[in-house]
């Protein structure tokens, strides 16, 4: 039996995770927790939820005994850009919010996953085909919170027997929650302005190339990576995984089978910009094929198929209240 506590539950990942382990998990809890309330009927209706703050560690604590937690999923933390703008909250809430939950899964023995990212690697790293284990020295505040955020996860498995496990996303790209404050979110918004407008003015330059992951493949990842036999386990904290690389040029010809008057622009951000330019154009995600059977199911086009389908349906939704 597994039961489980989710942070960051309302955002872009934790929204469909916490749908997918309620499904999935029929026998024990699976607790969504965040610090606002939620909104959709049929998230609240189909489980427990928690207002809670990752950085009361009282109150964590609380939680995870109560409902006698065996497995964290904590998604409870700012994205890149909002953290280059913020860097002081960032590493309160990034820092602070991942201490808290590693000392609950201490006392309370429970696992946990922590989300790792593009974003813990820097400048100084190889940025084609990026090795597993390499140069790690980011200039982003979002990015020391992961590389920091890897060391710690590693220090309490080696040092009190946490069972930590993670993995470095790319940019996420879906459709039912949109996502807050990162580098890679034109890849979401341009989905619906390309639907609704036809036109997209997109923030990072034509050529930028980047990892990308459909939501799907991202859930699947972080549910597999958490059941996979340990002992398969060379690495820990964390896996590089991708599915896709691409740049908005790219993106924007892919869109265009299915809206051939799709036109973009560029307004380049130039914090954005710098950010993205420091993270791979593409990872090796070799270690984590290997060690846990990693293997994406959806490319760019795929992708885009299921995104257009998706974003449709809700734009039409979006018309049909007016
Ligand atoms: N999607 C994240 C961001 O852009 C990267 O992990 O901040």
């Not at 084609?128 to 919170?145: A, E, F, K, L």
Request: hydrophobic letters at 40%; one cysteine or more; charged letters at 25%.
């Amino acid at each position: 039996m597994k039961n489980i506590l989710i942070t960051g539950a309302l955002g872009q990942i934790g929204s469909e995770l916490t749908m997918a382990l309620r499904k999935r998990n029929q026998t024990g809890v699976v607790v969504a927790s965040d610090i606002r309330m939620p909104t959709d009927p049929q998230f609240r209706d189909s489980g427990p939820f928690e207002f809670l703050d990752v950085l009361d560690e009282y109150r964590v604590g609380r939680v995870v005994e109560e409902y006698r937690i065996d497995t964290i999923y904590h998604l409870g933390a700012l994205l890149s850009a909002v953290g280059e703008k913020k860097p002081q909250v960032a590493w309160k809430i990034n820092m602070g919010g991942l201490y808290t939950i590693l000392e609950a899964a201490r006392q309370y023995k429970a696992a946990l996953f922590f989300p790792s990212s593009i974003g813990a690697f820097g400048p100084t790293t190889p940025l084609d085909n990026t090795p597993q284990d390499t140069i790690m020295r980011p200039h982003s505040m979002y990015g020391v919170t992961k590389v920091a955020g890897e060391l710690l996860c590693n220090y309490y498995h080696d040092r009190f027997g946490v069972d930590t496990r993670g993995v470095r996303f790319p940019g996420l790209i879906s459709y039912q929650t949109e996502p807050g404050g990162g580098t890679t979110d034109y890849a979401v918004a341009i989905f619906f302005e390309a639907l609704k407008h036809k036109r997209f003015t997109c923030y990072l330059k034509p050529d930028t190339s980047l990892d990308m992951m459909y939501m799907p493949d991202a859930i699947r990842a972080m549910i597999q990576l958490m059941e996979a036999d340990a002992s398969g386990l060379k690495h820990r904290n964390a896996f590089n995984i991708t599915a896709m690389h691409f740049t908005p040029t790219q993106l924007a010809a892919e869109i265009r089978k299915y809206i051939p008057e799709f036109a973009i622009d560029y307004d380049v951000d130039p914090i954005r910009q710098g950010i993205a330019d420091s993270w791979p154009n593409y990872m090796d995600d070799s270690a984590a094929r290997r060690e846990w059977g990693w293997a994406p199911e959806y490319d760019l086009s795929g992708m885009t198929k299921a995104m257009i389908e998706g974003v449709a349906r809700l734009v039409a939704a979006e018309m049909v209240k007016g």
